[in-house]
T-cell receptor, first 113, second 114 residues
Framework: AQTIHQWPVAEIKAVGSPLSLGCTIK??????LYWYWQATGGTLQQLFY??????VESVVQLNLSASRPKDDQFILSTEKLLLSHSGFYLC????????????FGAGTRLSVL | GDSVTQTEGQVALSEEDFLTIHCNYS??????LFWYVQYPGEGPQLLFR?????EKGSSRGFEATYDKGTTSFHLRKASVQESDSAVYYC?????????????FGKGTSLTVIP
């Protein structure tokens, strides 16, 4: 069975500090990987996606970057946090084929103070 | 570009009421349509999906029918329960973009009053 693990569960960070969020998918080979962001009470905004190791496409610019160092790992980071980065970050995976489905992790709650 | 529109932002119902959440989409190709449900503090989870015209998706008493003519995928449930309180998202994935991108509506927050 496939599992998706996000870390950390929650973070409280200061404005201007760096950030690194991680995601690991087990039990599925070469999945498409995604980062989504959700403001409190807001919709799901796709940030990045990756179809293979080392390749990441940016969907929206939020002063964030993403990397896929391994087939089963997706990292979201920034060197300098802004207040607007607060929210709920969700990692997800799909098979990238017809009739595929997006499967989400449990998310990381980020508060920037 | 592709998009999903959910008409209702918030819905409040009493238990055993009938639920309808409207979802209309715009896509360049022939999309797969989804309904997701999100409980507080959790990631969204798939309710069901449909990939061709007139296909009905269903789960846990919820259902929706893919209608290419009206570009709609409205969510319905005959009798809601307090445990159905959550945020519901309509979404699509388009063959035209290689099924790489998923587009979500703004979400509908459902509150069921016991």
């Amino acid at each position: 069975a496939q599992t998706i693990h996000q870390w950390p569960v929650a973070e409280i960070k200061a404005v201007g500090s760096p950030l690194s969020l991680g995601c690991t998918i087990k039990g599925k080979s070469s999945p498409n990987l995604y980062w989504y962001w959700q403001a409190t009470g807001g919709t799901l905004q796709q940030l990045f996606y990756s179809i293979t190791v080392g390749q990441v496409e940016s969907v929206v610019q939020l002063n964030l970057s993403a990397s896929r160092p391994k087939d089963d790992q997706f990292i979201l980071s920034t060197e300098k946090l802004l207040l607007s980065h607060s929210g709920f970050y969700l990692c997800a995976w799909s098979l990238g084929v017809s009739q595929n489905t997006l499967y989400f992790g449990a998310g990381t709650r980020l508060s920037v103070l | 570009g592709d998009s999903v529109t959910q008409t209702e932002g918030q819905v409040a119902l009493s238990e055993e009421d009938f639920l309808t959440i409207h979802c209309n989409y715009s896509a360049s190709g022939y999309p797969t349509l989804f309904w997701y449900v999100q409980y507080p503090g959790e990631g969204p989870q798939l309710l069901f999906r449909a990939s061709r015209d007139k296909e009905k998706g269903s789960s846990r008493g919820f259902e929706a029918t893919y209608d290419k003519g009206t570009t709609s995928f409205h969510l319905r449930k005959a009798s809601v329960q307090e445990s159905d309180s959550a945020v519901y998202y309509c979404a699509l994935s388009d063959r035209g973009t290689g099924y790489q991108n998923f587009y979500f509506g703004k979400g509908t927050s459902l509150t069921v009053i016991p």
